[in-house]
């Protein structure tokens, strides 16, 4: 690790000064992402701001419906909380599905949102990365790409975002308010990643300087729940995961009309992924499991897997399909002797024989 100069910041105004004072200079909180990339000498900053000490870790539930969530606000004390877990359970949900309990403890809500790709080759100095060095090259293409993106991918870059919370915030229809040299401004959590485009480099639509300072979410939907499937219960990143909040028309029906849907996925792409498509087949519609996989047949109709990743199109469809099963109270077609749905057995075409249905 190189040495590097250290600055506490007394309010949030100073520490984007400082930052945007020094063009390698970053902002510090949690840590629990950026340290690790120092020590791997993928990040090498020459200056840390540390904001962690700064008033800005409370969740404020507003008169008009909506929260504020600041950016201090520790995962585990977010996922906690009586209203996030009563009104916006996919959020918690999402934040218990990330990392331990010992990172979520320390891991903020602004730094979660910041956090970097986990791609091998990444986090690799020795191997070509255009993410970490422009123009070298992206070795994950021909290589190791069990974990990569299937969509909106590029030549020059095919890594996913890890982050479980950026999911269900993009399902939420959450805000982003960011602090820069300019003033506050407010970005839609949808528009705040970026795809990989020409400059996989460059992970959000941040300045340099900007700070976030709070989430804010809208009023919350009636119905939302985070699904994440992974290689093992806890402590694994996302090889697909789905979050959705929707509202239905008459909830008593035999098949309720689904009168508006947000849905977004993880572990698919290089940004939490809104699955506009799907819900453009969802909207209006019957809750039925065939619908449910027509919307996601919908949303896949672009997908280009790569050559160790071809079973995330099954297990997005199955998934989703659960997910939107659970919030809807429609049964599984044809379900397994265990009550599983893989009718044609679980590496078959009816599923993906990697169902985690823990939080």
């Keep these: 690790m190189i040495p590097f100069d250290y600055r506490r910041a007394e309010d949030a105004a100073s520490a984007v000064a ?17 340290v690790d990339r120092m020590k791997l ?20 539930v507003q008169d008009d419906g909506r929260v504020r ?33 010992q990172l979520r403890n320390l891991a903020t809500t602004g730094g979660n949102l910041l956090q970097r790709t986990r791609c091998v080759y990444f986090q690799n100095p020795s191997t070509p990365c255009n993410k970490r060095e422009p123009g070298t090259g992206c070795s994950a293409v021909d290589g190791y790409t069990r974990y990569h993106a299937i969509l909106g991918a590029s030549e020059d870059c095919v890594a996913t975002h890890p982050s479980d919370m950026a999911v269900a915030l993009a399902a939420l229809d959450a805000a982003v ?26 992970d959000t639509v941040l300045a340099h300087g900007e700070l976030v300072t709070a989430v804010e979410l809208p009023p919350a939907p009636a119905r939302s729940a985070y699904r994440k499937v992974r290689d093992r219960a806890s402590y694994a990143f996302a090889l697909v995961s789905v979050a959705a909040a929707l509202e239905l028309e008459d909830d008593d029906a035999a098949a309720p009309v689904i ?3 947000r849905i977004a996925l993880g572990g698919v792409a290089h940004k939490p992924w809104r699955a506009l498509q799907a819900e453009a087949v969802l909207r209006g519609a019957a809750a039925t499991d065939a619908n449910f996989r027509a919307a996601a047949d919908a949303e896949l109709r672009h997908a280009r897997p790569l050559g160790d990743n071809g079973f995330k199109l099954p297990m997005v469809r199955n998934t989703l399909a659960a997910v939107l099963r659970d ?33």
């Design 69 to 101: 969530i600041g950016t201090n606000v520790r995962n585990a004390d977010l996922a906690a909380n009586t209203h996030i877990r009563l009104r916006y359970p996919a959020l918690s949900q999402a934040l218990l599905a990330g990392a331990s309990g």
């Design 259 to 261: 009168r508006d849907v």
């Design 177 to 202: 308010v960011v602090l820069g040299p300019g003033g506050e401004r407010v970005i839609p959590v949808s528009d705040f990643h970026r795809l990989p485009g020409t400059e996989p480099q460059l």
């Design 18 to 34: 400082l930052v945007t004072g020094h063009p390698e200079a970053a902002f510090l909180a949690g840590g629990t992402n950026l």
């Design 41 to 60: 000498g993928v990040a090498e900053p020459a200056m840390l701001v540390d904001i962690s000490r700064l008033p800005l870790d409370t969740v404020d």
């Design 327 to 359: 919030l809807t109270g429609v049964p599984a077609p044809d379900a397994g002797a265990d009550g599983t749905d893989h009718p044609e057995g679980p590496d078959g075409p009816g599923g993906t024989g990697w169902e985690d249905t823990t939080p």
